[in-house]
C-alpha cells in the first residue's frame, strides 16, 4: 500500500511569484487536506477536497487555492507570495468517513 | 483562536521511564482526538486515536486517556526509548467537521 506523497521536497520562489504543491493521496483514500505548518506551530488547515469539491476552508486568503482529480491526486496553488508563506506544507488523505489522516512528507517552501 | 493547546513546549525523560503528554481543548464539539509523531525533515506519523465514547484506547506502549468533564487528554509513553525522541502533536476534530485542529507540539528527549 502506497503512503501519501508529496512534490516537490523542497521549493525556493520570491515574492510576488505563484506555486504549485502535488500531492498523491494513499491507495484508498479519496479525501485529501491540507495544511500549513509555520516555524514552531501546529499545522494550520487550509482547506480539504473530497470527489473534486471543495469541503471545507480554513482561515487562508483567496490567493491560497487547490484542486482535486478523478484519481484523487490534489494540488494547492498559492498566488502572489507573500514572505509570511515560507513554511511546509503538509497533505493528508483519509477514505470517506474516516476521520484518522494519514500525512504525507510535505513541501518546504521558503519565499524570499 | 488556538482550540487545542499543549502547554509543555519540551519534555525531558530517561529511557526506560514514562513519558506522560498532556493536551487541553476548548471546543466542546470535539468528538474525536489523535496523537501524531514527527521526526525532522518528515511529516506527522499517526500514533493512536480516541473517540469521545471512550476515556481510555491502548496500543502497545502508547496509552491515551481522555477526561471529556476537564476537556483534557494525555498521552502515556511505557517504557520510553530513545526512537520516542521526537515532536507529538495533539489534534481533534467534530463529527460534522473535516478539519484537524493541532495544538503546537511538544518535544520529547529520551536520554539514555
Known amino acids: 500500500e502506497t503512503g501519501v506523497t508529496q512534490s516537490p521536497t523542497h521549493l525556493i520562489k520570491t515574492r510576488g511569484q505563484q506555486v504549485t504543491l502535488r500531492c498523491s493521496s494513499q491507495s484508498g483514500h479519496n479525501t485529501v487536506s491540507w495544511y500549513q505548518q509555520a516555524l514552531g506551530q501546529g499545522p494550520q488547515f487550509i482547506f480539504q477536497y473530497y470527489r473534486e469539491e471543495e469541503n471545507g476552508r480554513g482561515n487562508f486568503p483567496p490567493r491560497f487555492s487547490g484542486l482535486q482529480f478523478p484519481n484523487y491526486s490534489s494540488e494547492l496553488n498559492v498566488n502572489a507570495l507573500e514572505l509570511d508563506d515560507s513554511a511546509l506544507y503538509l497533505c493528508?488523505?483519509?477514505?470517506?468517513?474516516?476521520?484518522?489522516?494519514?500525512f504525507g512528507p510535505g513541501t518546504r517552501l521558503l519565499v524570499l | 483562536d488556538q482550540q487545542v493547546k499543549q502547554n509543555s513546549p519540551s519534555l525531558s525523560v530517561q529511557e526506560g521511564r514514562i513519558s506522560i503528554l498532556n493536551c487541553d481543548y476548548t471546543n466542546s464539539m470535539f468528538d474525536y482526538f489523535l496523537w501524531y509523531k514527527k521526526y525532522p525533515a518528515e511529516g506527522p506519523t499517526f500514533l493512536i486515536s480516541?473517540?469521545?465514547?471512550?476515556d481510555k484506547n491502548e496500543d502497545g506502549r502508547f496509552t491515551v486517556f481522555l477526561n471529556k468533564s476537564a476537556k483534557h487528554l494525555s498521552l502515556h509513553i511505557v517504557p520510553s526509548q530513545p526512537g520516542d525522541s521526537a515532536v507529538y502533536f495533539c489534534a481533534a476534530s467534530g463529527s460534522n467537521d473535516y478539519k484537524l485542529s493541532f495544538g503546537a507540539g511538544t518535544t520529547v528527549t529520551v536520554r539514555a
Open positions: 480516541i473517540s469521545s465514547i471512550k
Open positions: 493528508a488523505s483519509n477514505r470517506e468517513n474516516q476521520e484518522t489522516q494519514y
